[in-house]
């Protein structure tokens, strides 16, 4: 559909809600996008009350998961939107407004204890009720299907970087080794982007949380390493270690299955990291290359930081490091060696 007609569809969608609403469909402004196909406009209501429309054409996505994600976060105690209308046929649903203070917007080193607080509470929350059979599992096909965005999308589509036949294993060697280590850890809900843009700033049980729709269950560290390794904003090593430990510490008190060593989940933590790191990678050059978003690329260096840190520190991926080094023209320092 053209964008034309999609917006008069809305304008129907939303003209069909709750009349008690008192939705004024002349109010209508764009309120936010993603990654994705969707869409999203802020609508007014009674008194100063607002609305979000999500947008999401059905031919290209399905609002079906993000309803069930949603009851799911809802009852598990976290703060997700209210559903007040939807059209699943026409791909149309009204939220709660949680307003525009995403915590990328609001964070600095003042507010960023509490706020990540915040977040860890309502993480530790979630994962505490997680019921194992009623969301797609994060198994090997996907964790692996991911990782082959990074040589296809990063090395080859943005760096113009052909693998040979030697470094080929090398990676199917590497993406093995990490993606047993990601399986071994314990399977809780995984939010899948729970990082700063999704995460927003509201008045009570704060965070209020977002684009869930593609949750899954899957490894415990995953989305601690979305919150605390963000590709949008970089914390010092120490306070990711602090507020990872509190997490540990809480997850633990909470009854969930951790690792009863730390450093053993921080080893997880970090390996997950690079998992998802590569993932974003091939994810950023992929929004550039076929999507024309070239904002992602202002973050590439940021999460190539973040996937070479893991790789220096565990010698295992030396090989994957080599890869990348080269690919990226990047100079060790004098001293290093492989």
Known sequence: MSTDLRLALLHTFINTCPAYLKLDVNSLVPASADASF??????RGSGDNTFI???????????????????????????VPAVLAQN????FLLLDDFGSRTYLDELNPSNAPKLYGEAIDALVKLQANTRVEVLPLYDQALLMHELQLFPQWYLEKHLGVTLNAEQLTSLKLMFETIVKINLAEPKVYVHRDYHSRNLMLVNTNNPGIIDFQDAVIGPMSYDLVSLLRDAYIQWPEQLQLDWAIAFWTQARAAGLPVRADFG?????????????HLKI????ARLYHRDGKKAYLEDLPRVSYYARSVM??????????????????YVRPMGYSF
């Open 38 to 43: 969707r869409r999203y406009f802020r609508v």
């Open 53 to 79: 429309v999500m947008d999401a054409p059905p031919e290209k996505e399905d609002c079906r998961p993000f309803l069930n994600v949603a009851t799911l976060f809802s009852a598990a105690g976290v703060h």
């Open 88 to 91: 699943l046929q026409q791909g």
């Open 264 to 276: 053993e989940f921080w080893r997880d933590f970090e390996i997950m990291g690079l998992q998802r």
């Open 281 to 284: 990678l091939g994810i950023f």
């Open 312 to 329: 220096e520190r565990y010698k295992i991926f030396l090989p994957l490091l080599k890869i990348l080094d080269t690919a990226e023209s």
